[in-house]
């Protein structure tokens, strides 16, 4: 049994639909209810409503399982504490991996995405635990594809000039159905995850005019625009700052990685474009 945290966001939804189709029981953590009605359908043998702030629920939740992915909500303010307490649990009930979803680049500090996955995986390294740390670059599916070429328009908060790497979410999944399958081979091992393309937004928004065949152009927005109705004071200063630094420096990475782990070229933005358009 493979315990998933945050199973009902968009990179547990990938990984709990990956480690199902590979074969694996799967017990997702979710938030709610309505949570645990998605990931029901998305192929979970359990579902269990926890609260990763309350430390006491999680030794429980994570009993009798082999190994637990755990990915953090994303601009929570939360997520430190959260982490350090699965980790915590994990120890807690004898589970026997941890695979942490962390981000690429964690050192830069002043992204506050990037502080609280340095400090969980800093807290990872001190547990004694196995494990095995992923750092994903820039996800493809933060560009909603069939929204850009129904409307024509791809918007983004930052330079339109500025590059970007990415990755696949779906490429992502593999990866950690890949090294469960075989975790002692993946032990202590810290991955950057990160696919072939280095896009600006004007390339992007070429990609999405040629593979659909409908003219879409590319324009800048202001970070309201990007923002969760209501978002509280730290996950705005978190996208401000994010912005602020694609804007002036980008953010990039390497392939080899991710290549290697797959056994095969990682997903390219035209491939995923072409996948989302069906």
């Not at 990179?11 to 953590?29: D, E, I, K, P």
């Not at 909500?73 to 699965?86: C, F, K, L, S």
Request: hydrophobic share 40%.
């Amino acid at each position: 049994m493979i315990a998933i945290t945050a199973a009902a966001g968009k990179t547990g939804r990938h990984v709990l639909r990956a480690l199902c189709s590979a074969g694996f029981a799967a017990r997702a953590l979710v938030h709610s209810s309505a949570g645990a009605e998605t990931v029901r359908a998305d192929g979970a043998g359990e579902a269990v409503v926890s609260d990763l702030t309350y430390p006491d629920e999680l030794p429980g939740a994570l009993e009798g399982c082999e190994a637990v992915v755990h990915i953090g909500p994303p601009m929570h303010p939360r997520e430190i504490a959260m982490g350090q307490n699965v980790v915590d649990a994990a120890r807690r009930a004898g589970v026997g991996h941890v695979v942490l979803m962390s981000v690429t680049h964690p050192q830069l500090e002043p992204l506050l995405n990037h502080q609280s996955k340095l400090a969980v995986e800093r807290h990872l390294l001190g547990s004694r635990l196995p494990f095995t740390i992923l750092q994903p670059m820039h996800y493809m599916q933060n560009v909603a594809v069939r929204d850009c070429v129904d409307s024509g328009r791809f918007r983004q908060p930052y330079s339109l000039d500025q590059p970007l790497s990415f990755v696949d979410l779906a490429d992502v999944g593999a990866v950690v159905a890949a090294i469960l399958s075989a975790p002692a081979e993946h032990r202590w091992a810290t991955y950057e995850l990160c696919g072939s393309d280095t896009l600006t937004g004007h390339e992007i928004a070429q990609i999405l005019s040629e593979v659909s065949g409908t003219l879409v152009r590319a324009g800048e927005v202001p970070v309201d625009a990007v923002l969760p109705e209501g978002a509280p004071d730290y996950t705005i200063d978190g996208f401000t700052r994010l912005v602020n630094h694609y804007d002036r420096y980008g953010i990039l990475g390497n392939p080899n990685v991710l290549r290697w782990l797959l056994g095969r070229e990682p997903a390219t933005f035209a491939d995923y474009v072409r996948r989302e358009l069906g």
